[in-house]
């Protein structure tokens, strides 16, 4: 019997296995070696007597499965003899960095030996990300990305089918059928973090909220900053980058830039003006490193967990059942608050 095939009776078995256990047997008979060309798909239907759909469907799953990969134009070709793996992911991430190097590797670590991994990177850039799919519908039994753009990535999304789709980190609007995603509500996240730490910032001043223009999730952010300053009258405001002019003691800091220079900029003023941190100026910044956890003894973070998001990804995968869960964000006290 085929390696892909299971063993049932071949008339209880989904139709487009047939064309898979035709294929898988020529394979296993030397009858198609690695590079081979299959037979057209008007002699396949007509061997089989099966449809079209039918046919493509079966091309589908094997190309899934990575045994053959198709050429335009020109047809299928064996590209191995067998499924060494149960699962081809496509994982598309927007960049790497230690938080996203967590994903992967947790990811990575859950999924084991049972699935091939291939890693891609759109940078940001649609046009990229556009392509990534169109030109891999096929080629995997399923896709993980990471979104974040200025465009509406659902069109695109959309083309995936809904049970090979599994979105982290930010939940897309616009999306169609039962997928998977596993998101940080940032709203949310900043708005619950700041009322745990409300004792922490009573003896402050003003809040500042440093909102870079260009960050993805800046609006989601501010809007959450904004919620919480009226609900509890908090004297606040809001800045696109650190104005050492306007830098007040009894300010309490909530960074979020991508390379962390503003928590810098912070500490550096703090010392040039002799200032203690965590007494006359505070600082809260998003997602924690080991860097955080001792510079200038110590800076309270506001992070999700990045390596249970790959590993839910992941679970996602080995289960084979849809989740769609919000990954809430922990608050870690320490000095600099």
């Known amino acids: 019997m085929a390696s892909l095939s299971n063993s049932v009776n071949t008339q209880q078995r989904l139709k487009y296995m047939q064309l898979v256990d035709y294929v898988m047997t020529q394979i296993e008979q030397d009858k198609l070696a690695i590079n081979d060309r299959l037979p057209s798909l008007n002699q396949l239907m007509s061997k089989l007597q099966i449809s079209k759909g039918t046919a493509l469907k079966g091309l589908q799953y094997l190309t899934e499965k990575g045994i053959i990969e198709s050429e335009y134009r020109k047809g299928y070709y064996v590209k191995k003899l067998k499924q060494v793996l149960p699962y081809r992911v496509c994982l598309i991430l927007d960049k790497m960095n230690i938080l996203r190097d967590r994903v992967y590797q947790a990811f990575l670590e859950t999924i084991h030996d049972k699935a091939e991994v291939d890693v891609f990177f759109h940078h940001h850039n649609f046009k990229v990300f556009t392509k990534l799919i169109e030109e891999n519908l096929n080629n995997y039994t399923h896709f993980v990305i990471v979104t974040f753009f200025k465009e509406d990535p659902s069109t695109v999304l959309n083309k995936i089918p809904a049970h090979k789709r599994i979105v982290i980190d930010h939940d897309e609007p616009g999306l169609e059928g039962t997928y998977s995603c596993i998101y940080q509500d940032h709203k949310s996240d900043l708005v619950d973090s700041l009322t745990t730490l409300s004792p922490q910032l009573e ?111 992941a679970n996602v995968i080995l289960n084979e059942r849809p989740l769609n869960q919000r990954d809430p964000a922990r608050v870690i006290i320490r000095k600099s608050l």
């Open 203 to 313: 003896k402050y001043k003003r809040l500042v909220l440093v909102a870079p223009i260009e960050a993805f999730h800046a609006k989601d952010l501010i809007e959450g900053f904004e919620t919480f300053a009226d609900q509890h009258k908090k004297n606040h405001k809001i800045i696109h980058n650190i104005q050492p002019a306007s830098f007040k003691k009894g300010d309490v800091y909530i960074t979020f830039s991508r390379y962390d220079e503003d928590d810098v900029e912070i500490i550096k003023l703090c010392q040039r003006k002799n200032w203690k941190l965590g007494v006359d100026i505070g600082l809260i910044s998003y997602n924690d490193t080991a860097v955080k956890e001792v510079l200038a003894g110590g800076i309270t973070v506001i992070s999700t967990d990045f390596y249970k998001m790959g590993e839910k990804a």
